[in-house]
């Protein structure tokens, strides 16, 4: 899987290490496995409209993204057992619980990768 760097619009990081998951194998496994998401890191399903907790051992934030790398939404604290899904999305975001809102991501932020 490649590893990028996301940067906002005003070159300010918001994920040191994102796993880009952009074959099907990558997606459907994403985070599964994993006890844990360091703050820091990150894995962008790409394409992406719908993501699913099942057999997940801890909560995500989820942005949903344009195809531009642009905010559409943000899913705060989606917990295990959950499903999550946003019309118009063709990339999902997955941050540890409490990351969007501590690097303070919101709809109409633009992503870029560095």
């Given amino acids: 899987m490649k590893v990028v760097r996301l940067v906002n619009g005003s070159g300010s990081t918001v994920v040191e290490r994102c796993f880009v998951a952009d074959k099907p194998w990558a997606r459907m496994r994403g985070l599964l496995g994993r006890r844990a998401l360091p703050s820091g890191e990150g894995i962008l399903l790409r394409p992406a409209a719908s993501v699913h907790m099942f ?15 642009r905010v559409l939404d943000v ?3 989606l917990r295990p057992w959950r499903t999550a899904a946003r019309r118009g999305a063709r990339a999902a975001l997955e941050l540890a619980a409490g990351e969007s809102e501590r690097v303070g991501l919101r709809a109409g932020d633009r992503l870029v990768t560095a």
Wanted: hydrophobic share 60%; net charge neutral; aromatic share 16%.
């Fill in 55 to 69: 057999f997940m051992r801890f909560a995500i934030d989820v942005v949903w993204l344009d195809r531009d790398l």
């Fill in 75 to 77: 899913k705060a604290n």
